[in-house]
């Protein structure tokens, strides 16, 4: 799904944080929550990646509501893999840093 790439920090926890659906600020607030603040998207930057996540189907905007100026968007099944696999290489990393650095540990 993601092809082995490598996700930045900060579209892993856009996509984390879309595991519900969000507004864009909604988006913002929770992915500086998840990442103990180390994540601080610019609304340029969120919705910028936005619309790249929805081009590459992994999310999707839902139905605005009448009267409503706020997009909501959710992950997409495709998004959801690509999540998990992003999960795994991260976890596989881990396992494989602490074998070398073991006796530093």
């Known amino acids: 799904m993601n092809d082995g790439i490598a ?50 189907g992994w999310i999707v905007q839902l139905p605005v509501e009448s009267g409503s100026r706020k997009k909501e968007y959710k992950l997409t099944e495709k998004g959801l893999q690509v999540l998990k696999n992003e999960l795994k290489r991260l976890q596989q990393m881990v396992l494989e840093g602490e074998e070398v650095l073991r006796e530093e540990m």
Do not use: D, V
């Open 7 to 56: 996700l930045t920090e900060a579209i892993y926890y856009i996509l984390l944080s879309l595991y519900t659906p969000q507004h864009g600020y909604g988006i913002m607030q929770r992915a500086e929550a998840l990442s103990k603040g180390r994540i601080r998207l610019a609304a340029g930057t969120l919705y910028g990646a936005l619309n790249n996540l929805c081009e590459k």
